[in-house]
């Protein structure tokens, strides 16, 4: 019975010995309270300027300067998804914008992603986020006008943002093409300009009028049959000014730029959005411990070149406490 006690020991002391000694393995923490801030930089006439090095930005939270943690300036593939407005107020021009979006895709390279996002009384992912710009095509080709009232703008913007991109990393941007005419969003306007405020993707608004061309409205059938168009009303040309002001504001506080179809060479327009997203600075810094878990705070970027234009998400929220 000794011996088997003997042996018995010998076989497990080992075991106890090396679990006794074993380090502590230490537990890998990482912070994800780094706040990232894509910059474009650009002159007064709307060129990209390059080049720019982290001691040239200085990086304000609620007015006091940080320290930059992060600094990128490398090219980077794009991530970008197409929202296509395909309400029945874009029934006139529709056309118009699938081309658009096949217009923006010949701007990508091999590299870069995107994806296709059709809303009108529902939102529907028409194409995963890939290169392959046969699925683009397919999925632009299905965007079809919808036999029912509804533009829920508001909420396509803020679950693109939110869901399809939000565990993106990298460039992100949005480009919407719609006649910015919302109708049935459980998001509101101002909601909606203040998430974005928060977000890390750029978004690219191209406004399209709703009565270009036919028209497309409720009267469109009643234009072809006689041939002519409606006089648009004072009613009608404040909601589009109403509409365009909405999308200039939704481009400015997610660093982006508004576009009009009507004004401005697409193809160009096409060319400078990706080319400045590819070539966009982002900066990054870790907000100070004292600063209160969830609360909204204030971004502001300053670069020490005369006569530049600046373009960056305005706000933050820090991480919520768990």
């Known amino acids: 019975m000794r011996l088997i006690l003997i042996i018995f020991l010998a076989a497990i002391f080992p075991a106890l010995t090396a679990q006794a000694q074993e380090p502590e393995i230490d537990r890998l923490v990482i912070d994800t309270r780094l706040v990232s801030v894509p910059v474009i930089v650009s002159d007064r006439t709307g060129h990209y300027i390059p080049n720019l090095r982290a001691q040239n930005f200085k990086l304000y939270d609620n007015n006091v300067e940080q320290k930059i943690e992060f600094f990128d300036a490398a090219e980077e593939p794009l991530n970008v998804v197409l929202l296509l407005d395909t309400s029945r107020s874009t029934r006139g021009v529709l056309d118009d914008i699938r081309g658009a979006a096949r217009e923006f895709l010949r701007a990508l390279r091999p590299k870069d992603r995107a994806m296709i996002v ?37 909420d396509a913007v803020a679950k693109t943002s939110s869901t399809f991109l939000q565990t993106v990393n990298g460039r992100k941007a949005i480009v919407l093409l719609t006649d910015g005419e919302d109708g049935g969003s459980q998001t509101g306007a101002k909601e909606l300009l203040a998430h974005e405020s928060e977000g890390d993707a750029m978004i690219y608004p191209i406004y399209y009028e709703a009565f270009l061309h036919d028209g497309g409205g409720v009267f469109s059938g009643l234009r072809n049959i006689f041939g002519k168009s409606e006089k648009k009303t004072p009613l009608r040309l404040k909601r589009e000014a109403a509409a365009a002001e909405f999308l200039t504001k939704l481009a400015d506080v997610s660093g982006g730029r508004f576009f009009s179809s009507g004004a401005t060479n697409l193809s160009n327009a096409f060319d400078l959005i990706a080319r400045e997203l590819r070539y ?21 970027v300053r670069v020490d070149r005369p006569d530049v234009s600046i373009r960056a998400r305005q706000n933050y929220r820090t991480t919520p406490a768990p």
């Not at 028409?126 to 829920?152: C, M, N, W």
């Not at 966009?280 to 502001?300: D, I, N």
């Open 118 to 154: 059709s809303f009108d009384k529902n939102v529907a992912q028409l194409s995963p986020l890939t290169s392959d710009h046969r699925v683009l095509e397919k999925a632009i080709s299905r965007a079809v006008v919808s036999p029912y009232f509804g533009t829920l703008l508001n």
């Open 280 to 300: 966009q600075y982002r900066l990054g810094f870790y907000p100070a411990a004292e600063v209160p878990r969830g609360s909204l705070r204030a971004l502001k």
